[in-house]
């Protein structure tokens, strides 16, 4: 396992505070968990703990932007996506405020949390709320891009899910990301699978072996879910004919609709198939464990891509 992306997200909130004075960090009671502990430790007179009030939390991030300040709002993903979806809806969303509501352990990775703790619709919630940036980062190099992103250059709302959990860097120092973009780690003509988050790393592993064994694919690393990358899906449907789409969310609302809306409007018919949690609810585990269990581990991934051949 790599450096756990909320500790690289923690690092890199810190850094880029220091050099913009506008960035402001709010939390609620989840400091640690987040790691905004170290921005508060650094920077106190800019991180406010705000106790277990994540709805007014979000109206206070409201507040700031509107003063002109930038604030990471941060919390749970399944509490972003629940507690906090009205007043993200209602007053960061509705008057395009420069919040950036940052969704802690999003996907399985609150793993023995259970249930209650596994965010599988914060990307459906916060998809759905207009003019909402939607993204998910899938490495630390990702993640310090896209912290140094929302401190310093992008303007207008946006949610960002981030693991708890980390594998090896899949890019660079340095890579080059744009928003609305996927991008594209291996090239193949057999199948192409999109995902996103930690996801994609076990994709990518799935791609290896299945090279392994004479068959090659396209991975795409779809961390920007809304805007989506349209020509990207249908670029691929028309060079594979064979698309899989991999998730730490529920089918519904995800990844998969996305890819499935685009191909149905693009009139692309294709072979199709989701890999994510089937609707139902999940359990306490240890977090492989879990991403093995409900089938989106990189075994599932490359057996998957099999059943389309």
């Known amino acids: 396992m ?16 220091k050099e913009n004075k506008k960035v402001v960090a709010l939390d609620a009671d989840l ?20 106790g277990i009030a994540e709805n007014h939390m979000i109206a206070m991030g409201a507040g700031f932007a509107s003063c002109g300040m930038i604030p990471f709002v941060n919390t749970f993903a399944t509490l972003a996506a629940s507690m906090c979806a009205l007043s993200a809806k209602a007053l960061i969303g509705y008057s395009g405020l420069n919040v950036r509501i940052m969704g802690a352990n999003n996907g399985l990775s609150g793993g023995y949390d259970g249930a209650t703790h596994h965010a599988l619709d914060d990307m459906s919630v916060m998809r759905g709320i207009p003019g909402m940036l939607v993204m998910s980062p899938s490495d630390g190099v990702m993640t310090d891009w896209m912290v140094r992103t929302l401190a310093e250059d992008y303007e207008g709302p946006a949610y960002v899910g981030i693991p708890r959990n980390g594998y090896e ?13 996927a991008k594209q780690l291996t090239d193949g003509k057999d199948a192409a699978v999109f995902a996103y988050g930690l996801s994609v790393f076990r994709a990518n592993k799935a791609a290896e072996q299945l090279a392994a064994e004479g068959i090659h694919i396209s991975v795409y690393d779809m961390f ?5 990358d349209r020509e990207a899906v249908l670029r691929a449907a028309r060079e594979t004919g064979a698309i ?21 409007e693009g009139g692309e018919q294709v072979s199709v198939r989701r890999l994510g949690i089937q609707d139902c609810y999940t359990h306490s585990g240890a977090y492989e464990d879990l991403v093995t269990e409900f089938g989106i581990g990189i075994a599932s991934i490359a057996d998957a891509v099999k059943e389309l051949l």
């Open 2 to 17: 790599g450096k756990a992306l909320r500790d690289v997200y923690g690092e890199s909130l810190l850094k880029y505070a």
């Open 31 to 50: 400091a640690n968990c987040s790691k905004t502990c170290m921005m508060g430790k650094e920077l106190p007179e800019r991180m406010f703990d705000v």
């Open 169 to 181: 860097n899949l890019y660079e120092e340095g890579e080059d990301f744009e928003i609305g973009k």
């Open 224 to 228: 920007t879910l809304k805007p989506f």
């Open 244 to 264: 899989v789409t991999v998730e730490e969310h529920s089918i519904v609302g995800g990844l998969g609709t996305a890819v499935l809306e685009t191909l149905a």
